[in-house]
């Protein structure tokens, strides 16, 4: 049973361009989580989503970011016109739909802004 | 500010000693987890303790949870240079985002 996948695990921008990264999910998994890890700190929730469902993006800056879960295909976490500050790793989790509390998490994507 | 406050940030011991990393919270919880990270690396879920728990094992590890003081205690016994991570205590409502500490960095030397 393959874990949660993420692509890419490194990601170079420039600084005005887009990156795109992506989650899937454990197999049998609807819900995930994307987070945020900034050098040397722990991780901060951004955005919870089921299929073709934002539950909660409270954690989403207000402008560049979207994240969405179509039916079909892996999550996608979309940040518009990157700056330096974006570098960071980002890392997806994903639970089952029964309401348990533990989360899986992926491998992440480090995002560096040059 | 994040939910959980870590203490100590880091902490550096011998082979075979026993590691303890603190975890306090600021709200009410329904569940507790503790994670790790290795260098670089994704977290891989270590225990979960739920509000009405007061401790739980799993192997070398012993977690409690203390919901009057609003705090947690991960014990690491006879610990290994394996163990040498980054832990990390979070804290989850219910079935929503898990809010995370700001890490313990543990090195365990041979």
């Known amino acids: 049973n393959a874990g949660v996948m993420q692509n890419p695990r490194h990601l170079v921008r420039r600084r005005g361009q887009e990156a795109r990264l992506r989650c899937s999910p454990m197999k049998g998994h609807s819900h995930v989580y994307w987070y945020r890890q900034l050098p040397e700190e722990g991780l901060k929730f951004m955005v919870y989503l089921q299929k073709e469902n934002i539950i909660d993006e409270s954690g989403m800056p207000k402008e560049r970011f979207s994240a969405e879960f179509p039916k079909e295909g892996p999550s996608i976490l979309r940040i518009q016109q990157v700056v330096r500050g974006d570098s960071a790793a980002y890392f997806c989790a994903s639970t089952t739909p029964t309401g348990a509390y533990e989360q899986y998490f992926g491998p992440g994507t480090r995002l560096t802004v040059t | 500010s994040q939910q959980g406050e870590e203490d100590p940030q880091a902490l550096s011991i011998q082979e075979g000693e026993n590691a303890t990393m603190n975890c306090s919270y600021k709200t009410s919880i329904n569940n507790l987890q503790w994670y790790r990270q290795n260098s670089g690396r994704g977290l891989v879920h270590l225990i979960l303790i739920r509000s009405n728990e007061r401790e739980k094992h799993s192997g070398r590890l012993r977690v409690t949870l203390d919901t009057s003081k609003k705090s947690s205690s991960l014990l690491i016994t006879a610990s290994r240079a394996a163990d040498t991570a980054s832990y990390f205590c979070?804290?989850?409502?219910?079935?929503?985002?898990?809010?995370f500490g700001t890490g313990t960095r543990l090195q365990v030397f041979p």
């Open positions: 979070a804290t989850g409502v219910n079935t929503d985002k898990l809010i």
